[in-house]
């Protein structure tokens, strides 16, 4: 977890670790042309990135990181990740503008 500032740098260390997925915060990084890069990278390594607005304190996050961390009595959990942004490529830079603080 960090700043979006330092996004590309965590995705880089995640892949170059075998992350077999990635859920990436928005905006995911500081401008549309690094998210670019990163997303190419992410194809290129076979792995799936998913783009959430999570926040730490949900019920569904809690339970699927026990679930996947093997705790004690979790259940697999299945998560359905959504989106209600309306974003084109030709508005997301106003995103990251919005967003530059992380």
Same mark, same amino acid.
């Given at each position: 977890a960090?700043?979006t500032?330092?996004?590309?740098g %965590? %995705?880089? !260390?995640?892949?170059?670790?075998? @992350?077999?997925?990635? *859920?990436? &915060?928005k905006?995911? @990084?500081?401008t549309?042309?690094?998210?670019?890069?990163m997303?190419?990278e992410?194809? @290129?390594?076979?792995?799936?990135v998913?783009?959430g607005?999570?926040?730490n304190?949900?019920?569904?996050? &809690?339970g699927? *990181?026990?679930?996947?961390?093997?705790?004690?009595?979790a &259940? @697999?959990?299945e998560?359905?990740?959504?989106?209600?942004?309306?974003y084109?490529?030709?508005? *997301? !830079?106003?995103? %990251? &503008?919005?967003n530059?603080?992380?």
């Amino acid at each position: 977890a960090g700043r979006t500032v330092g996004n590309p740098g %965590f %995705f880089r !260390q995640a892949i170059k670790a075998g @992350a077999t997925h990635i *859920l990436l &915060e928005k905006p995911g @990084a500081p401008t549309v042309g690094e998210l670019q890069a990163m997303a190419a990278e992410a194809k @290129a390594a076979k792995v799936p990135v998913y783009m959430g607005f999570i926040k730490n304190i949900s019920g569904y996050v &809690e339970g699927a *990181l026990a679930a996947a961390n093997g705790a004690a009595g979790a &259940e @697999a959990v299945e998560t359905k990740l959504v989106s209600r942004n309306d974003y084109t490529e030709a508005t *997301l !830079q106003e995103c %990251f &503008e919005r967003n530059a603080e992380g």
